[in-house]
């Protein structure tokens, strides 16, 4: 069995990863993380212009450190960083990577996203056109919060 659980930062990502590798272990399956760098190309001219390797750098990193603690579980794990649509992405990873579950977190399911402030609009989409079962991590919206005010990059 493979699950692929998508991956935004070790913080953000923590009670997901948790969820996965508990199933894993159970299932003796392997855990594979991904993460999906929006392309800057695609994002638009400022993000193009200013755009560098260090997102994709600091996201491998995080990736490796997790990979890291997993393999100290006896887990079968890996990871890697896509760049392109996030959402889309996601779906191709797990599809690519012939995933049996795909695990995401997510604060908020039952809400309908208002158009302009999508609260959770990657979960909406692979709720919506993920072909791979979803498990979905419940996460308090404030504790994410928080955790995003933590985890965003720093400017060097």
């Known amino acids: 069995?493979?699950?692929v659980v998508a991956f935004s930062?070790?913080?953000?990502?923590a009670r997901t990863?948790?969820?996965a590798a508990r199933h894993a272990k159970a299932l003796a399956a392997e855990v594979i993380l991904v993460r999906v760098i929006p392309d800057p190309e695609k994002v638009g001219v400022i993000a193009q212009l200013i755009s560098s390797d260090r997102p994709a750098d600091k996201a491998k990193s995080q990736i490796?450190?997790?990979v890291g603690k997993l393999t100290e579980q006896g887990l079968k794990a890996s990871g890697e960083v896509r760049i392109?649509?996030?959402a889309v992405g996601i779906v191709k990873a797990a599809v690519d990577l012939k995933a049996d579950l795909l695990f995401v977190g997510t604060t908020d399911v039952n809400v309908q996203p208002f158009p302009l402030l999508k609260k959770d609009p990657i979960v909406h989409?692979?709720?919506?056109?993920s072909p791979i079962s979803l498990f979905l991590v419940r996460h308090d919206p404030a504790e994410a919060e928080s955790e995003?005010?933590?985890?965003?990059?720093?400017?060097?």
């Open 148 to 156: 995003y005010e933590s985890d965003t990059p720093d400017t060097e």
């Open 125 to 129: 989409y692979l709720v919506n056109n």
């Open 1 to 3: 069995m493979r699950f």
């Open 64 to 66: 490796d450190e997790v």
């Open 9 to 13: 930062s070790p913080k953000r990502s």
């Open 84 to 86: 392109g649509e996030v």
């Open 17 to 19: 990863v948790e969820a």
